[in-house]
T-cell receptor, first 116, second 118 residues
């Protein structure tokens, strides 16, 4: 139990659907992240929020739209996805709210997304 | 750009064998951090260790040990007397500050899948 909860665990959607992934952290952390994990590729950082402000958008297509309403919750809204977007989407959190490169990340179990 | 290479895609060992997972990194930063994470079948990545670039002391934690060699840009991970519960994907990662410096950004390797059998 890492203190980071993601729902749903599995999601199958068509290319025209709209769905959302949810992440909640119970650790009192100040930064939250979305990562994409595709087979045989390194984890790709998608978005970073620090103190509810987006501080990193890693050239992610606009069909992925993040939302961070408060420091405990992070959403990833999905719209008109492509089959190549099928992957494990991992949420993570870290303590930091100031410049640092040594943060330990706490990950959720991910949402396994399949786009048909 | 920062890069992490884990050349071993999959390793299979028999329980009680020792196994070393390799990690080679590239960075132009003089200050950086290296990490190892474990991803069991349940999916979540679990933090194992963090080292900073100024501390080349090797570290041992139970059956786990890490060998950091700055001269070869390597940060290898050894599991002694492996157990079935060690079966997982192991990721090496390198950190850098984000654009605004308010949160860290990790560059991950592609992972090494370790299978430990009886």
């Amino acid at each position: 139990e890492t203190g980071v909860t993601q729902t749903p665990r599995h999601l199958v959607m068509g290319m025209t659907n709209k769905k959302s992934l949810k992440c909640e952290q119970h650790l009192g952390h100040n930064a939250m992240y979305w990562y994409k994990q595709s087979a045989k590729k390194p984890l790709e950082l998608m978005f970073v929020y620090s103190l509810e402000e987006r501080v990193e958008n890693n050239s992610v297509p606009s069909r992925f739209s993040p939302e961070c309403p408060n420091s405990s919750h992070l959403f990833l809204h999905l719209h008109t996805l492509q089959p190549e977007d099928s992957a494990l989407y991992l949420c993570a959190s870290s303590q930091s709210a100031r410049p640092t490169t040594n943060e330990k990340l706490f990950f959720g179990s991910g949402t396994q997304l399949s786009v048909l | 750009a920062q890069k992490v290479t884990q050349a071993q895609t999959e390793i299979s060992v028999v329980e009680k064998e020792d196994v070393t997972l390799d990690c080679v990194y590239e960075t132009r930063d003089t200050t950086y951090y290296l990490f190892w994470y474990k991803q069991p079948p349940s999916g979540e990545l679990v933090f194992l260790i963090r080292r900073n670039s100024f501390d080349e002391q090797n570290e041992i934690s139970g059956r786990y040990s890490w060998n950091f060699q700055k001269s070869t840009s390597s940060f290898n991970f050894t599991i002694t007397a492996s157990q079935v519960v060690d079966s997982a994907v192991y990721f090496c990662a390198l950190s850098e500050a984000t654009n605004t410096g308010t949160a860290s950004k990790l560059t991950f390797g592609t992972g090494t899948r370790l299978q430990v059998t009886l």
